[in-house]
Every structure is written in structure tokens, then in C-alpha cells.
T-cell receptor, first 114, second 110 residues
């Protein structure tokens, strides 16, 4: 079955550590996205990538970094510079010009700072 | 991106029809209206998209008046499993950034 796989489902980070969240898709989608969701709030865009080896900052990119070396993969690193990283992180993908139609989301990674 | 406004929450009972209205007063000519559904601890799921008039699929209907400044998502005969957050978005060709507001939390009771 085609879809997006995010791992791990739960992640615990100590203060000052960098952690990397994995996102893999086998839908042959060109575009991929990372969103952050805090309790009771909507999704906020962190980074997005339209093609391999290219990505753009979203609304809340500070303290995060990404790479897009393969079409299928778009890992997100939460760095120690992100002061409040505890949140639910969602990865999504779409065809190049989807008009918002048919975004496919992963099942998310819940990150907690301990 | 056009800003959207929708109710924070709505309550309903099983078997009833739920209508969620979204305002998007500054929608542009090339914008489409899209609705997503999100269950707790899951990613949003596409429900329906439309440009004008009425669109219907196996899950919902979307009503868009001629001025397109609002739209209404209609969920027929809801069940407990329809309890979720529903997001209204406007999207334009060539703009990859979908903006999700707080959405409408729909609670269906037995």
C-alpha cells in the first residue's frame, strides 16, 4: 500500500539534544512538508520541499533543519536551538501542484522534552 | 493566502446532519476550497474540495454560494466516529503552503 511512514511514533529528547524525525513516502509525490501541532491548535508549517535537493522555510522554521536528498525521504531535525520542541509533528506529501487536494499525511511523531 | 473563519466547536447527535460554515471573505479568483478531517493523534485526511456550487462525494457535500465568500461542509447522518476536527482551507494553484487554522471540533453524542 502506498503511504507515508513517520518514525518513531513517540520520541523523548533531553535538553540540549538534537533529534531527527523520519518521514518516508512511496507515493511518488514530488512535494513534502513538515507541520507542527500544539494541543488544541491547528497545524503550522515548518519546512516544505517541492523537489529533491531543494526546500523552503515555512512559518516557524527557527530551530529546525531538513534535507531532501531523495524523493522518498524528508527527515526533520529538531535542534537544541528550538526552545519549545514538545509537540506533535506531522509529515505530508502531495503531487507538485495539488491545489490542496490529496495531501497525504503520516500518522505523526509525538516529541517530548524530558 | 485567504484567511478562513469557522466555529471553534459544534455538538451533534448520532443520525443528525452537521453543517459547518466557513467564511473566506477575501478568497481570490484562483482559490479552491478544501476540507480536511483530523482524528486525535492522527494526521488530517482530505474530505472534499470545490470551486463553486455544490460538490458531493461518499463522505460529505460542499456548498459554495455564487460569491464564494463562504462555504458549508455538510456531513449527513453523523455517527460517533465522525467526532473529529474539521479544517477549512483555501488553496491556490502554485502555492504549496496549506494553512490550517484551529478548525472546528465536532463532537457527536449517542
Amino acid at each position: 500500500d502506498g503511504g507515508i511512514t513517520q518514525s518513531p511514533k513517540y520520541l523523548f529528547r533531553k535538553e540540549g539534544q538534537n533529534v531527527t524525525l523520519s518521514c518516508e513516502q512511496n507515493l511518488n509525490h514530488d512535494a513534502m512538508y513538515w507541520y507542527r501541532q500544539d494541543p488544541g491548535q491547528g497545524l503550522r508549517l515548518i519546512y516544505y520541499s517541492q523537489i529533491v535537493n531543494d526546500f523552503q522555510k515555512g512559518d516557524i522554521a527557527e530551530g529546525y533543519s531538513v534535507s531532501r536528498e531523495k524523493k522518498e525521504s524528508f527527515p526533520l531535525t529538531v535542534t537544541s536551538a528550538q526552545k519549545n520542541p514538545t509537540a506533535f509533528y506531522l509529515c505530508a506529501s502531495s503531487i507538485s501542484d495539488s491545489l490542496g487536494y490529496g495531501y497525504t499525511f503520516g500518522s505523526g511523531t509525538r516529541l517530548t522534552v524530558v | 493566502l485567504a484567511k478562513t473563519t469557522q466555529p471553534i466547536s459544534m455538538d451533534s447527535y448520532e443520525g443528525q446532519e452537521v453543517n459547518i460554515t466557513c467564511s473566506h471573505n477575501n478568497i481570490a479568483t484562483n482559490d479552491y476550497i478544501t476540507w480536511y478531517q483530523q482524528f486525535p493523534s492522527q494526521g488530517p485526511r482530505f474530505i472534499i474540495q470545490g470551486y463553486k456550487t455544490k460538490v458531493t462525494n461518499e463522505v460529505a457535500s460542499l456548498f459554495i454560494p455564487a460569491d464564494r465568500k463562504s462555504s458549508t461542509l455538510s456531513l449527513p447522518r453523523v455517527s460517533l466516529s465522525d467526532t473529529a476536527v474539521y479544517y477549512c482551507l483555501v488553496s491556490i494553484s502554485g502555492d504549496y503552503k496549506l494553512s490550517f487554522g484551529a478548525g472546528t471540533t465536532v463532537t457527536v453524542r449517542a
